[in-house]
Antibody, heavy 124, light 110 residues
Framework: QVQLVESGGGVVQPGRSLRLSCAAS????????MHWVRQAPGKGLEWVAV????????YYADFVKGRFTISRDNSKDTLYLQMNSLRAEDTAVYYC?????????????????WGQGTLVTVSS | QSALTQPPSASGSPGQSVTISCTGT?????????VSWYQQHPGKAPKLMIY???KRPSGVPDRFSGSKSGNTASLTVSGLQAEDEADYYC??????????FGTGTKVTVL
């Protein structure tokens, strides 16, 4: 069965960095685009970034451009999110989510599997 | 990219229907037939309920249906059941490989 397990969250001071990981299993990881989506406490979902199945294309929400970097290691079936210059408003549960469309260029079919999320708290 | 607009809450009695709207612009909802809907129970990860406006993933009951008119997409839950009580979010492709979620709607089964 498909499993996505995030890790790496925690408490970090403003301006510092953190790297999240998402270990995938139960499907051919290298065939699907992957997303990061976040949810601030008590708030709605917010799309953060997407990476293509082969890692050649990466796209970001405006509010993280230049600060966050999405990457993947298909040999390890693992997705990453490097977060730099963190701000208090980045405090959220971060989910990794699998794209539904195999070898998709654009994510047209939504995200069919999600991890349980990892909490990032940015506070001094 | 601004969040898509959803009503904060909706409710219905068991067996009734509830419809949730999701309003965007010509640059997202109105420009593409790539609207998805997610159900999220408290403390849980979102679950895909509808994709490409009206298509249901395998395993999603046919009580859930989607539609779109202009810049507004809608999710209808027919034959409401207690387990349908949850938060619902729409999502749309917004061009240039950007995506946007809705503000979320809390559905209460009375």
């Amino acid at each position: 069965q498909v499993q996505l397990v995030e890790s790496g969250g925690g408490v970090v001071q403003p301006g510092r960095s953190l790297r999240l990981s998402c270990a995938a299993s139960g499907f051919t990881f290298s065939s699907y685009g992957m997303h990061w989506v976040r949810q601030a406490p008590g708030k709605g979902l917010e799309w953060v970034a997407v990476i293509s199945y082969d890692g050649s294309n990466k796209y970001y929400a405006d509010f993280v451009k230049g600060r966050f970097t999405i990457s993947r290691d298909n040999s390890k079936d693992t997705l990453y999110l490097q977060m730099n210059s963190l701000r208090a408003e980045d405090t959220a549960v971060y989910y990794c989510a699998k794209d539904s469309l195999i070898f998709g260029v654009v994510s047209t079919r939504g995200n069919d599997y999600w991890g349980q999320g990892t909490l990032v708290t940015v506070s001094s | 990219q601004s969040a898509l607009t959803q009503p904060p809450s909706a409710s219905g009695s068991p067996g009734q229907s509830v419809t949730i709207s999701c309003t965007g612009t010509n640059s997202d909802v109105g420009g593409y037939n790539y609207v998805s809907w997610y159900q999220q129970h408290p403390g849980k990860a979102p679950k895909l309920m509808i994709y490409e406006v009206r298509k249901r993933p395998s395993g999603v009951p046919d009580r859930f249906s989607g539609s779109k008119s202009g810049n507004t997409a809608s999710l209808t839950v027919s034959g409401l059941q207690a387990e349908d009580e949850a938060d619902y979010y729409c999502s749309s492709y917004a061009g240039s490989n950007n995506y946007v979620f809705g503000t979320g709607t809390k559905v209460t089964v009375l």
